[in-house]
């Protein structure tokens, strides 16, 4: 039996970004959208506002967006340790993101819907109450972007935080269907131009489909097992080959979470030295997280894996 303690060998495997500061302010944010929609929807129907009816409908499919995203948070904490993920957790965040996305895109289709539909078949709209909401939702959205801005990291920071940023995507969108409904409002209710009002519509709809569908880019590769780049690969094929005679036979990096890479590399040479004398060749490649390397040694054209 065994008896040596295999600790030094042993690769950590928790990728989670820990975002204790952003969940908090998301439960922040969560707390004002709810407690709005639920003004708005009750408002509207005492009132039979429409107008106030559709705003706050609409923010409850962001509030269902906060709920993935601390739902998220919980879940990818919680099973951090868990050895039924073989590379942990750290893309629950990221399919938290893409999922947010995904409703994004289809708050703009559904925007975009009723917004033609308005344009040919126009409704009567209560100004001065729709401009009244409009402002208390932009007034909403503005606190709530402010509480989640710069906390979802830059987009090449390793703290970058996909889940965060489709929340923050969430508040801007309501924000600038705000902004346009405001601008359309108050046109209409001026110069009589009502047709803005479904006009602004379709332009928000269009905006809100753009960020959807940047952020499902930025999302999808992540939770596909997408590469890293060409460039970061050929760095570290030419640091392995160009010591000693190595060549590399087969090699695989994947994401393990948004700036997690692993690495599985086979190589072939003459003059084979021990796996960890391979890692530590690639000890300033900060962006591999878990690397494993097969060594096979030739000899006459015969090649022996290295144990």
């Known amino acids: 039996m065994h008896q040596h303690s295999i600790e030094q060998w042993q ?4 990728f989670v970004i820990d975002n204790q500061q952003g969940a908090r302010r998301t439960r ?19 009132y039979g506002s429409m107008a106030l009816l559709a705003d ?24 951090a340790d868990n050895p039924a993920f073989a590379f942990g957790t750290g893309k629950v965040s990221v399919l938290g993101g893409f999922s947010s996305a995904v409703a994004l895109g289809v708050v ?17 709209i209560q100004l001065n109450a729709a401009i009244v909401v409009a402002f208390i939702g932009l007034c909403v959205n503005l606190v709530s ?23 923050y995507i969430h508040v801007l969108a309501d924000a600038l269907t705000s902004v346009l409904a405001i601008v359309a409002l108050i046109a209409a209710k001026l110069a009589g131009l009502f047709w803005l009002d479904p006009v602004m519509g379709v332009v928000g709809a269009l905006i809100i489909s753009a960020w959807a569908v940047s952020l499902i880019r930025e999302t999808s590769p992540i ?41 599985i590399i086979t ?16 000890e300033d490649f900060d962006r591999l997280s878990h690397i494993t390397i097969e060594v096979h040694q030739c000899e006459d054209g015969h090649c022996q894996q290295q144990v």
Do not use: C
């Open 267 to 282: 190589i072939i040479t003459d003059r084979p030295r021990p796996t960890a004398y391979y890692k530590a060749l690639l």
């Open 56 to 79: 706050g409908w609409h923010m409850a499919t962001h509030v269902a967006a906060f709920l993935i995203t601390l739902f998220a948070y919980h879940y990818a904490s919680k099973h």
């Open 28 to 46: 922040y944010v969560l707390l004002l959208t709810a407690v709005t929609m639920l003004v708005e929807i009750i408002a509207g129907l005492v």
């Open 108 to 124: 703009a289709v559904l925007m975009l819907l009723e917004s033609v539909e308005r344009l040919f078949d126009p409704h009567n």
């Open 223 to 263: 939770l596909l097992d997408g590469s890293i780049d060409e460039q970061y690969r050929d760095a570290i094929r030419q640091r392995i080959e160009e010591d000693a005679d190595n060549r590399i036979a087969d090699f695989h990096i994947w994401h393990l979470s948004a700036h997690h890479y692993a690495a």
């Open 145 to 167: 972007a402010l509480l989640l801005k710069g906390h979802h990291g830059h987009a090449h920071s390793p703290n970058h935080d996909h889940n965060l940023k489709a929340a």
């Open 11 to 14: 690769q950590d495997h928790d």
